[in-house]
């Protein structure tokens, strides 16, 4: 029988917010993705330091060193810049597959953390999970990769590298408390701003359902995902989490079936199993796997 521990539990709780991520990014409007990011990124970071106001002393967690603060601004403010000029500079689709190497990355770069081995289990889940999104991507259009293209596809694998880089020194980072994460937040919506003021001009949400899905977005996918994501990297099975992120897209793709903006198709279905598939056998390292660390606050 498969056992996940509850931070495993947890970090799949982030995977399942980012699944709301597209959907709710269509709602908003024509914000601009780095005024975007700026708001959003502010909301998740006040929605961690709201806990402060039960748990004070929560605040103590923004004493980290600089290297600590280096790892975690990178990671989110990095990963969204990147991100987010590979899609002004590269086709979508073509971008968001190379983005979404990211979870095997962690499969595989898990082995060079202390305690941590490579299991053929997972490297197979990985397999079966990026064949789904291929399954998928595919499926909505063909892809044709472009050497005029060669620096946004360079920006989706930067963006993919840090992510997993940065996914795996949070693991390293055990001791340092989940509630630094607002600080991280914060930051990186002070530089996104930054960014907003050089690279584009603002555009408000004209409606307020936009409002509503940006606030959503800000305590959800961009707020509490990267709390779950911290706790459930740090303390649960970061390899089988890599896994279970390629579920991501498929989970996204159902809610807009689900909510009469796209349609089911056999290639959705094939991807769903092909996922699914590669996430039972993920767990199945798992639950022979050595227990999860315990807790830090």
């Not at 024509?30 to 970071?45: E, I």
């Not at 990963?79 to 190379?98: D, K, N, T, V, W």
């Not at 044709?144 to 980072?173: C, K, N, Q």
């Amino acid at each position: 029988m498969v056992v996940l521990t509850g931070a495993t539990r947890v970090g799949l709780g982030a995977i399942a917010l980012w699944s709301l991520l597209a959907a709710l990014t269509a709602a908003s409007g024509k914000v601009p993705p780095f005024q975007l990011a700026a708001m959003t990124f502010a909301l998740g970071g006040l929605l961690g330091c709201a806990s402060w106001i039960v748990k004070p002393a929560g605040v103590a967690a923004l004493r980290q060193p600089w290297r600590v603060w280096l790892v975690g601004v990178s990671g989110l403010f990095g990963y969204h810049a990147l991100y987010f000029a590979a899609l002004r500079i590269a086709p979508p689709a073509e971008a968001g597959l190379i983005n979404y190497l990211w979870p095997l990355l962690i499969v595989l770069f898990a082995a060079l953390l202390p305690g941590e081995k490579l299991r053929p289990a997972q490297i197979l889940g990985a397999i079966f999970g990026f064949a789904g999104v291929l399954v998928l991507i595919f499926s909505k259009q063909d892809l044709s990769f472009s050497g005029a293209y060669v620096p946004g596809y360079l920006a989706a694998l930067g963006a993919a590298v840090i992510w997993a880089i940065y996914s795996l020194l949070s693991r390293a980072l055990g001791t340092v408390p989940t509630d630094a994460v607002a600080g991280f937040c914060l930051v990186t919506s002070v530089l996104s701003a930054l960014c907003h003021i050089a690279f584009e001009e603002t555009v408000w949400p004209a409606f307020w359902w936009q409002w509503l899905a940006i606030v959503v977005l800000g305590v959800g996918p961009l707020g509490a995902a990267f709390y779950c994501w911290d706790i459930g990297v740090k303390r649960g099975d970061i390899g089988f989490l890599g896994v279970a992120a390629y579920a991501t897209p498929v989970i996204s793709t159902l809610l807009l079936v689900v909510f009469g903006f796209a349609e089911a198709t056999i290639s959705l279905a094939v991807a769903c199993a092909l996922i699914v598939a590669g996430a039972f056998i993920a767990s199945l390292a798992t639950s022979r796997g050595r227990p999860s660390r315990s807790p830090q606050s």
